[in-house]
């Protein structure tokens, strides 16, 4: 559990036809997911845009801790986390009436049926999703409670005023973020981190270069058998690994690059320990022009 310290909060609410930028500032957003890399790429999205999150949550009994302690503008919430559903901490936020927007890869109503309406986020998302979202949702809500009751959340989600560009990313700050989200998942789902990692977008394609990724199991293991049939065993089993969390990993690129990722490609070499990944965009990301220094 990560938890920011609580400065005191200074929510804009502007009138009329506002930017979505400064009607997100200073919201206090809470991200409940399990998923490391996912909660990460999550947290600095939010930040880019404005809010500030107040700290993440992989764990049911985290999130129920600060639900019921924060004072929070918003929940991120994912459905499973590892195992358990987190329908508890959604009555926790009902009873305080905070609201809430539920990411998952699946139907949750079909699970759940009073979630039925509940604002929801299929997984993999885009960037542009969650900010139109959350400026309906959690904006919707504090400007309800100056003016009126507060204003129940929609799974419909109407047109916002476009991203300012303040929060449009570099060609480097997308590929260092990237960086951060693969050694994140080689960390989590592999047991180590690369000994380097580069990333590199080209148009509508980005390539990401992994070096020194071999556990030492894996060694032993292609040691163990003959050439062809260890450096096969080796593949498949690191094919499955990435094919088994693609769904994150998509997740995680399209929320950093703002783009739908149409396919991933994989490919790992047992002489070097270098491994490959190619994600094939829907589209060039846009990208903030850097100032000289």
Same mark, same amino acid.
């Given at each position: 559990?990560?938890?920011?310290?609580?400065?005191?909060?200074?929510?804009?609410?502007?009138?009329?036809?506002?930017?979505?930028?400064?009607?997100?500032?200073?919201?206090?957003?809470?991200?409940?997911?399990?998923?490391?890399?996912?909660?990460?790429?999550?947290?600095?999205?939010?930040?880019?845009?404005?809010?500030?999150?107040?700290?993440?949550?992989? #764990?049911?009994?985290?999130?129920?801790?600060?639900?019921?302690?924060? $004072? @929070?503008?918003? +929940?991120? /919430?994912?459905?499973? %986390?590892?195992?358990?559903?987190?329908?508890?901490?959604?009555?926790?936020?009902?009873?305080?009436?905070?609201?809430?927007?539920?990411?998952?890869?699946?139907?949750?109503?079909?699970?759940?049926?009073?979630?039925?309406?509940?604002?929801?986020?299929?997984?993999?998302?885009?960037?542009?999703?969650?900010?139109?979202?959350?400026?309906?949702?959690?904006?919707?809500?504090?400007?309800?409670?100056?003016?009126?009751?507060?204003?129940?959340?929609?799974?419909?989600?109407?047109?916002?005023?476009?991203?300012?560009?303040?929060?449009?990313?570099?060609?480097?700050?997308?590929?260092?973020?990237?960086?951060?989200?693969?050694?994140?998942?080689?960390?989590?789902?592999?047991? #180590?981190?690369?000994?380097?990692?580069?990333?590199?977008?080209?148009? $509508? @394609?980005?390539? +990401?270069? /992994?070096?020194?990724? %071999?556990?030492?199991?894996?060694?032993?293991?292609?040691?163990?058998?003959?050439?062809?049939?260890?450096?096969?065993?080796?593949?498949?089993?690191?094919?499955?690994?990435?094919?088994?969390?693609?769904?994150?990993?998509?997740?995680?690129?399209?929320?950093?690059?703002?783009?739908?990722?149409?396919?991933?490609?994989?490919?790992?070499?047992?002489?070097?320990?270098?491994?490959?990944?190619?994600?094939?965009?829907?589209?060039?990301?846009?990208?903030?022009?850097?100032?000289?220094?």
């Amino acid at each position: 559990m990560k938890l920011a310290t609580k400065p005191p909060r200074k929510v804009q609410q502007p009138s009329g036809e506002a930017d979505s930028a400064s009607r997100l500032t200073g919201l206090r957003i809470l991200v409940v997911e399990d998923v490391g890399m996912v909660a990460m790429a999550l947290k600095a999205m939010l930040e880019e845009i404005g809010c500030r999150v107040i700290g993440t949550a992989s #764990r049911l009994h985290e999130a129920e801790e600060i639900c019921r302690r924060e $004072d @929070l503008d918003g +929940v991120l /919430l994912d459905v499973n %986390l590892s195992g358990q559903y987190s329908y508890p901490v959604v009555e926790i936020l009902r009873n305080r009436e905070i609201p809430f927007i539920i990411m998952s890869g699946y139907d949750t109503a079909q699970l759940r049926p009073d979630l039925s309406e509940a604002p929801q986020m299929q997984k993999p998302f885009e960037r542009r999703t969650l900010e139109i979202l959350i400026t309906n949702v959690f904006c919707a809500r504090s400007k309800g409670s100056e003016s009126g009751p507060p204003m129940p959340p929609h799974r419909s989600v109407p047109a916002a005023p476009a991203p300012q560009p303040a929060s449009m990313k570099t060609q480097g700050e997308i590929e260092s973020a990237v960086c951060q989200g693969m050694c994140r998942f080689e960390q989590e789902y592999i047991g #180590r981190g690369p000994s380097d990692v580069r990333a590199h977008l080209l148009g $509508d @394609l980005l390539v +990401v270069r /992994l070096q020194g990724v %071999l556990t030492a199991a894996e060694q032993r293991m292609v040691e163990a058998h003959p050439v062809e049939q260890g450096r096969e065993l080796l593949k498949k089993v690191r094919t499955l690994l990435i094919e088994t969390a693609q769904m994150q990993i998509s997740s995680v690129i399209q929320m950093i690059t703002g783009v739908t990722v149409v396919s991933m490609h994989h490919d790992i070499s047992t002489v070097t320990g270098e491994e490959v990944v190619l994600f094939s965009l829907s589209q060039a990301p846009q990208c903030r022009v850097s100032r000289p220094r």
